[in-house]
C-alpha cells in the first residue's frame, strides 16, 4: 500500500475514522501514513476481534469502539479523514454507509474507500466464499470493480479527486492465499447436495 501511504502523508490531521476496522488493520496503515494524527476511532459493528486490535496497534492513538457504520453516533463533521479497507462488500446498504461517511467527515476532509485485491487468485477465492457465505444465509456480496466504487461514490454526492492502483508483493499475503487454495477441496464437500456445488466446482 506504498502509494496510499504517499499520500496520507501529505495530511496533518486530529482525528481519523476507521469503518468494519476488525482487527484495525486499516487504522493501522492510516496511521503508518499520516504526517500526524492525535486519534484514530476504529469502528466495528462487533468486538470479537478488538483485542488482536489493539495487541497491533499498541502504542498508537488507536480507539476502538463498537457502532453501525450506517447508523453513527456521531456529530456531523467530526472527522478530518473517514476510511474503510477492504469491507464495502461485507454492507448490504452502501447507500446508507456512504451517505453517513459524508455526514461525519469535515468539509473539505478526506474519504478513502479501499478495496484491495492481492490478484485475480484472491479475487476468484474471494467469490466462492461469497457463494458459500450466501448459501450459509450470511450476507457477502462479491467484489466491487472500481469502476462499481466509482459509481458508488459520485451517485452519493462525493467527489472523486484521484484513484490510486496500488499493487501488494508480500510474500506473506502469496503463503496465506497458497493456504486457501489448498484447503478450497475439503471446503467445497459441505456444499455437495447444493445446486450451486457446479459453479463451485468450477470456479475452484
Known amino acids: 500500500m506504498d502509494k496510499l501511504?504517499?499520500?496520507l502523508s501529505s495530511l496533518h490531521i486530529e482525528k481519523a475514522l476507521d469503518i468494519a476496522t476488525r482487527d484495525g488493520a486499516f487504522a493501522k496503515e492510516m496511521y503508518a501514513g499520516f504526517g500526524s494524527c492525535k486519534e484514530i476511532v476504529a469502528l466495528d459493528r462487533f468486538d470479537k476481534m478488538f483485542e488482536k486490535g489493539r495487541e497491533k496497534c499498541a502504542d498508537m492513538p488507536v480507539n476502538f469502539v463498537i457502532g453501525?457504520?450506517?447508523?453513527?453516533?456521531?456529530?456531523?463533521?467530526?472527522?478530518d479523514v473517514v476510511g474503510i479497507g477492504?469491507?464495502?462488500h461485507h454492507i448490504p446498504d452502501l447507500a446508507a454507509l456512504l451517505a453517513e461517511m459524508k455526514?461525519?467527515?469535515k468539509p473539505g476532509g478526506v474519504t478513502i474507500l479501499s478495496q484491495p485485491k492481492a490478484s485475480l487468485t484472491h479475487w476468484i477465492?474471494?467469490?466462492i466464499d461469497c457463494t458459500m457465505?450466501?448459501?450459509d444465509g450470511i450476507y457477502h456480496h462479491p467484489t466491487y470493480?472500481?469502476?462499481e466504487i466509482l459509481w458508488l461514490a459520485r451517485n452519493a454526492g462525493l467527489t472523486v479527486e484521484k484513484t490510486l492502483c496500488d499493487l501488494i508483493d508480500d510474500p506473506k499475503v502469496v503463503a496465506k492465499l497458497r493456504e486457501r487454495i489448498a484447503a478450497v477441496p475439503e471446503?467445497?464437500?459441505?456444499y455437495e447436495s447444493n445446486p450451486a456445488h457446479a459453479f463451485l466446482a468450477a470456479e475452484a
Open 145 to 147: 470493480s472500481k469502476s
Open 187 to 190: 471446503n467445497l464437500k459441505k
Open 86 to 88: 477492504n469491507s464495502l
Open 125 to 127: 477465492l474471494h467469490d
Open 5 to 7: 501511504r504517499q499520500e
Open 68 to 79: 453501525d457504520a450506517c447508523h453513527m453516533d456521531f456529530e456531523d463533521n467530526t472527522f
Open 133 to 135: 457465505h450466501t448459501i
Open 103 to 105: 455526514r461525519v467527515v
